[in-house]
């Protein structure tokens, strides 16, 4: 018995400087909560199912939970019949895309909301987020210029001429590829409408005030008359694209 007492003691004495060390300090091993960054800046690349181009977003906290969003993006429009084609008659001829009436330039600015779903320590360090936007849209049509060529005076030679393509005259075998894209840009005609977007968001980036985010969902662009891309072909005034976006940023 008097050994079991001499142990107790001698316990006690080992415990209790860990205890006073443990109330003296008590919040030294609590981890810190980081603060409310209220805004948000990101940037990054748009690839969709008609094309790609660029996004740029600004942020701010309504909530904890909740953020509204201003968004602008310049992103191009394809159809989905245009194939690449190069004369074959020719060396070093340049692509182009055959039947191609005009190259379409989207411009759109939205205001949206994100929602967080689930927070970084419920998904292992990833944060979803659910986001919808809607807002205005523009369609840039820039006519398609080509280089054309015409026979000269002297046999098997031929004299290339900037046309804008005309489906009527231009074939496979007179087209020598391209013109560069600055041409027609002043008969440029614009088609306004409006789109709208719904995506969830998956925000990795480490430290508190980094945005490094994968994006993924589907975008529909309406215009009040159908955007005229490609000639002897059903043109579209709706355009229904899946995306992904990678984004860049900074919370402050």
């Known amino acids: 018995m008097k050994i079991f007492h001499k142990l ?55 909530t904890a939970a909740k953020k509204r969003m201003f968004e602008a993006e310049i992103v191009n429009m394809k159809h989905p019949k ?27 600015a939205a205001i949206g909301q994100q929602q967080i779903l689930f927070d970084k320590s419920e998904r292992s360090g990833v944060e979803v987020r659910f986001n919808y936007t809607a ?27 900037v046309e804008k393509y005309n489906p009527e005259k231009h074939y496979v075998d007179n087209i020598y590829g391209r013109a560069p894209f600055t041409e027609g840009i002043g008969e440029t005609t614009v088609y306004p409408g409006g789109y709208a977007k719904l995506g969830l968001s998956f925000e990795y980036g480490a430290m508190h005030d980094d945005v490094k985010a994968i994006e993924t969902g589907i975008t529909v662009d309406a215009y009040a008359k159908k955007l005229p891309i490609m000639a002897e072909t059903t043109n579209n005034q709706f355009f229904f694209n899946f995306y992904i976006n990678i984004l860049y940023g900074r919370k402050w």
């Open 135 to 161: 807002g205005l849209s523009l369609g840039l049509a820039k006519p398609v210029y080509l280089n054309i060529l015409y026979p000269t005076a002297f046999e098997g030679e031929y004299e290339v001429v």
């Open 8 to 62: 107790l003691i001698a316990a006690n004495l080992l415990v209790l400087p860990y205890c006073a060390f443990s109330q003296s300090n008590p919040y030294e091993y609590e981890e810190e909560k980081p603060v409310l960054l209220k805004n948000e800046f990101v940037f990054g690349v748009n690839i969709h199912t008609s094309g790609w181009g660029f996004d740029f977003r600004k942020g701010k906290n309504l």
């Open 82 to 108: 245009e194939v690449r084609s190069v004369n074959p008659y020719f060396d070093n001829a340049k692509s182009f895309f055959y039947g191609k009436l005009n190259s379409v330039i989207v411009m759109r």
